[in-house]
């Protein structure tokens, strides 16, 4: 069913849990594809907590068959702006401590401004 070393790679698979928060599905949606074979899956286990991983592909046309491309889509549109939004307001924050960390470097600098304009003055003079 699966290509060969699909189960490998990177993206390929997904835990249950995350297909649940991804593409909006039950978990009873994901255990009866598994229990009719077209879902296959994998056992993993994290500290000792059992998991299943499936194949991204098979949910997907899975999702496909059940529940139409509309559903599919959509879904997929909404965890690509859940991603996009998240990484915004990471870049955001960054952003601002650069910001401060900017706003206190030009301060310490600007205490010592007979060096700051002795400074400019000799890069002009090095231009010339």
């Not at 594809?33 to 592909?57: A, H």
């Not at 990471?90 to 952003?95: E, G, I």
Request: a positive charge.
């Amino acid at each position: 069913m699966a290509e060969y070393g699909e189960w490998n790679r990177k993206g390929a698979t997904l835990s249950v849990v995350t297909a649940q928060a991804e593409y909006g599905v039950s978990q009873d949606f994901i255990i009866k594809g598994v229990q009719t074979g077209i879902l296959e899956y994998r056992e993993g286990s994290i500290w000792g907590n059992p998991y299943l991983r499936i194949l991204r592909s098979q949910l997907e046309a899975y999702i496909v068959g059940k529940l139409g491309e509309n559903y599919l889509a959509r879904a997929k549109g909404e965890a690509e702006l859940r991603r996009v939004t998240k990484e915004m307001g990471d870049l955001n924050k960054k952003l601002r401590s650069m910001q401060a960390r900017k706003d206190e470097l030009e301060a310490e600098l600007g205490k010592g401004s007979n060096t700051k304009q002795s400074g400019s003055s000799a890069q002009k003079k090095a231009h010339r």
